[in-house]
């Protein structure tokens, strides 16, 4: 009976409990919709930092991270083929990519700059497709002194592609060493900072400019980003002579975006709270006070206050429950329509390119926003059905 | 003796004045008195009828109920006394607008956790016994003011209380309606041998019943006994 009350109650007054259940309904629908950007975001950065850039894995000589390297490459992978045939027996790996990171000065023979190139293996660098070319032809895979340039680089060292450079570093003996190569093509990763300075260059050409036979490390690719802990527990028992670092250890930018975007969502979640506190518990008091006679009626026939108090928390929970049922429903349906709209977002700071609005709307948003709309909904209620419920019968009854 | 009220007074405060709504007012009640009780405006009716019904505390004196010292305990540690042993009818009806005629009159039941087929038995039994069975599924704002008071009687008798306070219960109705209801509880009274008190202005009211208390300025000036029942 007291939820039947506290049911009926709730379409007493229609245009009042629809203005508050618009409250709860916009609320969650923000909630939802915010939620679903911040999941596919996180989601999007994920994948893409873990397939164009770090690997889900990176497999260092054991030692690398906890000395300091006196000359280039000092704890560098030895073995690399061995290495890579024990990895990519493991079905859960897509693939290995071996890298190397080297600086040093760049010259077009009137200025110089310096430089941080990535030497990778050309065929493996095009399957994880982390740059856009913007002239000439990717990394050929059999010309060892071909480079790409960031776009920034490029400008700066005024080429284009067929045109020529000098790079010049220190060797693993710790010599100085240069060598001339063709710009093949030119790049953007999407970050101007890195775009300035970037070079890629086949892991050969690196090898020879470096005078080894090395690499730094091996990137390993998974089918699935789920499997990475496994993998490298995996990894660790059988190749002792190995440190790894997963992606998460390496995607710093990755984690900050998480924690501000989290942050942000906190702070929404609280001011959406905070409206549906409010009004919930301005419609409920409204209510109360509307019905003071009622309440005395049903405390003269002996209904104890506790039995009062949960009428008007039913109330809350009521017009929460039904509020967050339209909310999932309204929030969904917007989210799919603006996930079909195809809406594009200005390029965020420090990014040259923009990217698609969309919202991945995982259960646990829709869940979370009717959990914060009831919850709320219930606690605005508290307080007023506490004053119902110790309200003087006498006085309640005399109102008019 | 069903009520026993020994030197019972009232005093409240209406802004910076002092009222005394009661002054040493002594009374019983006996099972199965039909009693009105009669005064103008702000003789001390309803004060008495609220203090008898356990939703107002005494200032002074002593309240007996059914055998149990009302005064000496807290009003909202009286809720089951309320439930078990009274029954009221107001003069506005008080029926809860969101129900039917039908759960307005099943709700003391729920409050004494009677199972769902008697509450059904008796809920349909009271509804028929105060003639407006056929109105069940109405809700209050369905119904004539007649219908609900009827309604309200069902809803305190239903509960089968050994007293029913009733304040001004013919006040809102017009005199042919009121006579019905009038008839209908004492009909009630004569039949189940329920205890009524009604404060009342009504002379039709006051004919009615066998016994009439009169007050005047808090105080009781008349209690007799009617010379036919």
Known sequence: ??????????????????????????????????????????????????????????????????????????YGLDDVAALRRAVESDKRVKMTAAQITLMGLVSNGDKSETF???????????????YRLVGGTDLPAN?????????????????????????MTTTTAGSLNATDVRVAGIFMSGIKEFDDRAVKMPIAGAQQLLQTKKVERLIVMLNDTDDTAAVRADLARTQPQIEMKSWSELASFYHQVVMLYNGIFGFLGLIVSAIVVFSVANTILMSIFERTREIGTLM?????????????????????????????VGGALL??????????????????????????LTPSILLTAAFISIVTATISSIVPALKASRMNVVDALGHI | MLVSLTNVSKSYRLGRVGVRALDAVDLDVARGDFLALAGPSGSGKTTLLNLIGCIDKPSGGRIVLDGVDVTAVPL???????????????????????????????????????????????VRRWLD???????????????????????????????????????????????????????????LNAETGTT????????????????LVRLHDGRISENAHALVA
């Open chain 1, 300 to 328: 003269a026939m002996g209904t104890t206050r506790a039995r009062i108090a949960r009428m008007f928390l039913a109330e809350g929970v009521v017009i929460g429950v039904l509020g967050a049922i339209a909310g999932v």
């Open chain 2, 196 to 211: 009524f008190v009604f404060a009342t202005h009504d002379p039709a009211v006051m004919s009615r019943a066998q016994r």
């Open chain 1, 335 to 360: 989210a799919s329509l603006i996930n079909r709209g195809h809406v594009m977002l200005p390029p965020p700071p420090g990014y040259t390119v923009g990217y698609p609005l969309r919202m991945l």
């Open chain 1, 116 to 130: 941080i190139a990535t030497a990778v293996e050309p065929l493996k660098e095009k399957q994880m497709n982390g």
């Open chain 1, 1 to 74: 009976m007291t939820a039947r009350i506290a049911f009926r109650n709730v379409f007493r007054n229609r245009r009042r409990s629809a203005i508050t259940l618009l409250v709860i309904v916009f609320g969650a629908v923000g909630l939802i919709l915010f939620g679903g950007y911040k999941q596919q975001t996180f989601r999007g950065l994920r994948e893409s930092t873990i397939r164009s850039r770090l690997g889900h894995l990176q497999i260092y000589k054991r030692g690398f991270a906890s000395n300091e390297a006196k000359k280039p490459l000092e």
């Open chain 2, 76 to 122: 909202h540690r009286l809720a089951a006394t309320r439930r078990d042993t009274l029954g009221y009818i107001f003069q506005t009806f008080n029926l809860i607008p969101v129900l039917t005629a039908y759960e307005n009159v099943e709700y003391p039941l729920l409050l004494q956790n009677v199972g769902r087929r008697e509450r059904d038995a008796r």
């Open chain 2, 129 to 187: 016994q105060v003639g407006i069975a056929a109105q069940a599924q109405q809700r209050p704002d369905q119904l004539s003011g007649g219908q609900r008071q009827r309604v309200a009687i069902a809803r305190a008798m239903v509960a089968e209380p050994k007293l029913i306070l009733a304040d001004e219960p013919t006040a809102n109705l017009d005199s042919d309606t009121a006579a019905h209801i009038l008839d209908l509880l004492a009909k």
């Open chain 1, 143 to 167: 010309e060892p002194d071909a480079v790409l340039v960031g776009r920034g680089l490029a400008t700066s060292m005024h080429v284009k592609a067929g045109d020529y450079l000098t790079l």
